[in-house]
């Protein structure tokens, strides 16, 4: 059963280009930030990063009615706590909901038998090698099982990303005993990452804990999942993909069986827009956000089988640049057609 880790020193970040401090080790009052349940004075307990009315307790000292809790991100609301060395800690049923961009929590856990991840994981029953690209998800977004074997594209402020696989659960309803390695129950909002998630995102494993802007998208895991029908203005995520011999892209591409210069404005299309190749060779319009836009071949598939989302536009350096847009952001929303 995977749970989180918690260093003593953790790292926050913003979901833009500035980082927020440290908070001061001072007493914190209703709505004040904090990081622990220490860092609130009297009967508040730190909730979702700010002192709250403690759900368990019933208090409304921060303006609440009777006997109710004040809602956390999304209305996702504690559904009750648990005592853990002395400590009361919120538990959830539920999670923020995911989006073409859900926020989260990144943390590290130990995937491997004897591993501080407890049990093996519940999708297999199975302990897993921490240098597979794996994940835990939280209660509410593990939801039954349902996301079992899902890809999950994981984007860090840095603009890295890589493709994870659902495997367990981290658990946000109970903890502190020997199934969960003694460790507190899961907040709501968590990507437990095996190491090799960190190392793809280019992390440092002992800060452990990161927020970044974890862009997910789920993925079914087969190439049967729909795209977005394809219009004169057809919603896309536009990703980078280095389509030369020995980048990040693999293999030659699918159309011709060639490796292609990044420069050239070239793109990949996720499985249904890839249509068995039957685009190969056409042009399509890919218009940004602030209107500018460019032609660009199709040249290759992004499998949605092994990982590629189903509303994938994979685009060259060339195409990035035609557009005026970072690579460096990582993903960036647009609307393509066909030319």
């Given at each position: 059963m995977a749970n989180q880790v918690l260093f003593l020193q953790s790292l926050y970040l913003l979901f833009s280009i500035f980082s927020l401090p440290f908070l001061p080790l001072v007493m914190s009052s209703c709505n004040d930030p904090c990081q622990t349940l220490d860092d609130c004075e009297g009967q508040l307990i730190c909730i979702n990063g700010q002192c709250n009315d403690d759900p368990d307790l019933g208090t409304h000292i921060c303006g609440?009615?009777?006997?109710?809790?004040?809602?956390?991100?999304?209305?996702?609301?504690?559904?009750?706590?648990?005592?853990?060395?002395?400590?009361?800690?919120?538990?959830?049923?539920?999670?923020?909901?995911?989006?073409?961009?859900?926020?989260?929590?990144?943390?590290?856990?130990?995937?491997?038998?004897?591993?501080?991840?407890?049990?093996?994981?519940?999708?297999?029953?199975?302990?897993?090698?921490?240098?597979?690209?794996?994940?835990?998800?939280?209660?509410?977004?593990?939801?039954?099982?349902?996301?079992?074997?899902?890809?999950?594209?994981?984007?860090?402020?840095?603009?890295?990303?890589?493709?994870?696989?659902?495997v367990d659960e981290c658990d946000s309803m109970h903890g502190c005993d020997q199934e969960h390695a003694g460790q507190r129950p899961c907040d709501n909002n968590i990507v437990d990452g095996s190491n090799a998630v960190w190392d793809a995102l280019g992390l440092d494993i002992n800060i452990g804990r990161v927020d970044p802007d974890v862009g997910t998208h789920i993925c079914g895991g087969s190439s049967s999942t729909p795209s977005p029908p394809v219009?004169?203005?057809?919603?896309?995520?536009?990703?980078?993909?280095?389509?030369?011999?020995?980048?990040?892209?693999?293999?030659?591409?699918?159309?011709?069986?060639?490796?292609?210069?990044?420069?050239?404005?070239?793109?990949?299309?996720?499985?249904?827009?890839?249509?068995?190749?039957?685009?190969?060779?056409?042009?399509?319009?890919i218009t940004a956000p602030k209107g500018r836009s460019v032609l660009a071949k199709v040249v290759d598939e992004c499998d949605s089988a092994d990982g590629c989302a189903n509303n994938i536009v994979d685009g060259s350096d060339g195409v990035w640049a035609a557009l005026g847009l970072d690579i460096n952001l990582g993903e960036v929303h647009v609307t393509w057609s066909m030319a």
């Open positions: 609440g009615s009777p006997g109710t809790s004040s809602p956390s991100t999304d209305d996702c609301q504690p559904s009750g706590s648990l005592e853990c060395n002395g400590q009361s800690y919120p538990t959830y049923i539920c999670s923020p909901q995911v989006t073409s961009s859900t926020s989260a929590v990144l943390t590290n856990n130990d995937f491997s038998e004897g591993g501080d991840g407890g049990g093996p994981s519940k999708c297999d029953d199975k302990y897993h090698d921490n240098s597979d690209p794996i994940i835990a998800l939280s209660t509410g977004r593990y939801n039954g099982g349902s996301l079992c074997g899902n890809m999950i594209r994981i984007t860090a402020q840095n603009g890295m990303s890589v493709l994870a696989k659902v219009s004169s203005s057809t919603p896309a995520i536009l990703t980078n993909n280095n389509f030369e011999k020995g980048g990040d892209g693999g293999g030659p591409s699918e159309c011709d069986g060639k490796y292609h210069d990044n420069s050239e404005r070239i793109v990949a299309l996720s499985t249904r827009w890839y249509d068995g190749g039957s685009r190969c060779g056409k042009m399509i319009r």
